[in-house]
């Protein structure tokens, strides 16, 4: 995963399942979520503190925002629609097909970030939501998001 806003060399691999174990190494895609780039919800977690702190500066996410993602044959463009929405770690609509309190009005491709809040705490969790904007095959190179 590549987030412009949050740093040129911010890159961190998406890795399956969100335990405790996969989000030492990285950011955890959450299982029965939806595939890459599929209809439906591709959701992530990752720390927002410890572990290399990947999410760290999750509260710069802005709308418009690009998060670029790449299964090795095609790049992945989402943009993020609102700035991150604050709620409790029992709120799992979150990463629904079609995540509740997103503002998204039915079935579409969408990507949900997750990550734990306040920033050294995990009483509540901060989330962004973004729809697929753009796919590129990787022979024919970097998307433009990552060239901004």
């Not at 943009?79 to 039915?106: E, H, I, L, N, Q």
């Not at 969408?110 to 901060?126: F, M, N």
């Amino acid at each position: 995963m590549y987030v412009p806003r949050l740093g040129e060399d911010w890159e961190w691999p998406v890795l399956q399942g969100t335990d405790a174990a996969t989000l030492k190494k990285g950011l955890g895609h959450y299982p029965g979520t939806a595939r890459l780039g599929a209809t439906g919800n591709f959701a992530v977690a990752g720390h927002r503190r410890t572990h290399g702190d990947p999410f760290k500066d999750f509260p710069r996410l802005r709308a418009g925002d690009a998060v670029v993602l790449t299964d090795g044959t095609t790049w992945y463009t989402y943009r993020v629609d609102r700035a991150p929405y604050r709620t409790v770690p029992t709120d799992t609509g979150v990463v629904d097909p079609v995540p509740r309190k997103s503002g998204f009005g039915g079935p579409g491709r969408y990507l949900t970030l997750t990550t734990c809040d306040p920033e050294w705490g995990s009483s509540h969790r901060l989330v962004v939501w973004a729809h697929l904007d753009a796919t590129l095959p990787v022979a024919d190179g970097r998307p433009q998001a990552l060239d901004s």
